[in-house]
């Protein structure tokens, strides 16, 4: 041989032998003569497994460059070439009587796949480390695999359908959500005059975090007007019907477990936001659940219940949606309303905090007369005395 052997393998015919070199070939040879029939090309990386198919007529290697290639075994042609993991391949194996073969990889998974299409069938996912190798049942009831974690698995065949659109499907969710937490994890770069990890730093895109806050405020606007629909169709059929006296209506069980209002109920819901996380929640709302929202604001600022959080929140939607909010006619009488309240309630916050200020600068006066020692030079007090004594001598002579 020309360079090391990594791999070999005899067809099940008994009439080729496959080697894989260091030099990223695959050598082909009679293996009764050990002659030379053909030579592969094509890895970026040396082979370091190979398998042939039951027929004899298909060859599979798993490469180092994360690659997997169907060679055909009578003209040496590349059938494909399939970038099968994510990181390199360590081994390859052929289901005897069909086409369809395994590889597995150092991304710590095992996939299926179709020779004749070239297409991927199946994930098997498990392993909590790199899998060296692979081991197919003849008739492909079960595969094994051992793994870096010092672990062997076995997955076995079941009579369930398999269907590979809901498996691309299911991919590519899991490849969203991948995403959202890579950039969940990745740090952003502080803003001007924020700290490092500092919790009031503003979200710089839609994460995983962000989009479950914007569903769960969705989710309290739905059920808080819900709760008010039916408490206004209440009153008005007891004030249409008295003489009727209507029941009440059976409240919605999270606000019974809560014991709290509809509009206490959002505004938890707001407050268990991460001050990081609340504009960028806020931009999942569509506009009619930020119209809904709108009327909470109004009655927490009239309540005056979290005035800095109700101010956060309403500018943040006046700057977001301005010209769709000014558009809306029925908005006219509720920002006005807003207006009124919100002034009168940040009026009172302020007075509120001048009055503490005061009071804790009258205490930080008390505390500073109290508690402050004097210090004065000995020199200077022995100075003092001296002159004192002879004051008080000086008079005595006098007299």
């Known amino acids: ?25 695959v050598k082909v040879f009679y293996a009764d003569t050990l002659k030379f029939f053909l030579s ?10 190979l398998d042939i198919s039951s027929d004899s007529t298909l060859l599979v290697t798993g490469s180092a460059d994360k690659s997997v290639k169907l060679w055909g075994l009578d003209f040496g042609d590349c059938h494909r070439s399939i970038l099968a993991h994510q990181e390199p391949v360590t081994a390859v194996r052929f289901v005897w009587g069909t ?27 498990g392993c909590h480390g ?10 492909g009831n079960f595969i094994v695999a051992s793994s870096q974690d010092r672990s ?5 065949k079941t009579e369930e359908p398999l269907f590979i659109e809901e498996e691309r ?11 959202l937490e890579e950039s969940l994890d990745r740090p952003e770069p502080a803003a001007d005059g924020a700290e490092e990890g500092d919790e009031t730093q503003r979200a710089g895109k839609a994460t995983m975090e962000t989009l479950k806050a914007g569903e769960r405020i969705m989710e309290a606007l739905d059920i808080a007007d ?14 249409r019907m008295p003489q009727l006296n209507p029941a009440p209506p059976d409240s919605n069980p999270i606000l019974q477990f809560e014991r709290i209002t509809a509009e206490a109920y959002v505004l938890r819901t707001v ?5 990081a996380d609340l504009e960028d929640a806020l931009l999942v709302l569509p506009f009619t659940h930020v119209l809904s929202l709108m009327t909470y604001v109004d009655h927490w600022a009239c309540r005056e219940w979290n005035t800095a959080l109700t101010c956060r929140v309403l500018f943040f939607m006046l700057k977001t949606h301005q010209n769709q909010i000014v558009a809306t006619r029925s908005m006219r009488a509720q920002l006005a309303s807003i207006r009124t309240h919100l002034r009168a309630g940040v009026r009172a916050q302020r007075d509120h905090v001048g009055y503490n200020l005061a009071a804790l600068q009258s205490l930080r006066a008390d505390w500073e007369a109290n508690a402050t020692a004097e210090f004065f030079d000995e020199k200077d007090i022995q100075g003092i005395l001296d002159a004192q004594l002879k004051k008080r001598k000086f008079t005595g002579l006098k007299a």
Request: net charge neutral; charged share 35%.
């Open 152 to 156: 062997i698995r076995i997955w076995e």
């Open 271 to 275: 407050e268990r936001v991460r001050a």
């Open 40 to 49: 592969l090309y094509g890895h970026k990386l040396p082979v370091v497994s």
């Open 169 to 179: 499907e299911r991919e590519l969710e899991e490849m969203y959500d991948r995403g």
């Open 1 to 25: 041989m020309s360079d090391d052997v990594l791999a070999v393998k005899c067809s099940p015919d008994s009439r080729l032998l496959a080697v894989a070199l260091l030099d990223t070939t």
């Open 130 to 139: 790199d899998v060296w190798a692979l081991a197919v049942a003849k008739h």
């Open 226 to 239: 819900e709760e008010r629909r039916k408490w206004a169709a209440f009153e008005d059929q007891k004030r």
């Open 99 to 125: 086409h369809y073969f395994f590889s597995a990889g150092k991304d710590k998974l095992v996939q299926q796949w179709n020779g004749d299409n070239f297409q991927r069938i199946q994930r098997l996912e």
